[in-house]
């Protein structure tokens, strides 16, 4: 785990609610130099503390009306097989988190789509025909009530 000093924690505060802030306008932010903020910055990123930067896009205003939760179970429970299983997950761009979980579920899939009817034929033709996929569930999300991918510094 990387030592985050005050200041550390306030840069990813600021980049967490907004990424695409100048290096001026964060340093101005959090009360550092430009440089000094620059420094820090990519400290961070060198860690891996930062891991990427990204824009967060509406799925409704880009066609993705449908996002769902979709449990997963594999059988045989190996390490090769889990193995398999995120490789494949991987190439799937409907699927846009994967979770190994604990309980009674293996994965917890977030996924997209633009019907139901879109989401139902992925599951049909790619999911299901996943080697050791045993068995599924989906929740459909009807609203989402908070996204906010920032994390909480105490």
Known sequence: MAH???IDKS??????TDA???NAELAEHVGLSPSACLSRTRNLKKKGVIKKYTAVIDEQKVGLAVMTFTFVTLSPHNRTVAEAFCEQIRNVPQ??????ITGNWDYLLKIVSPTIETYRDFIMDSLLTIHAVNKVE??????????SGVLPFS
């Open 138 to 147: 989906t929740l459909v999300v009807l609203k989402s009530e908070k996204q």
């Open 4 to 6: 985050l000093d005050e």
């Open 20 to 22: 695409a802030l100048s």
């Open 95 to 100: 699927v846009v988190e994967c979770y190994n």
């Open 11 to 16: 840069i990813l505060i600021f980049l967490q």
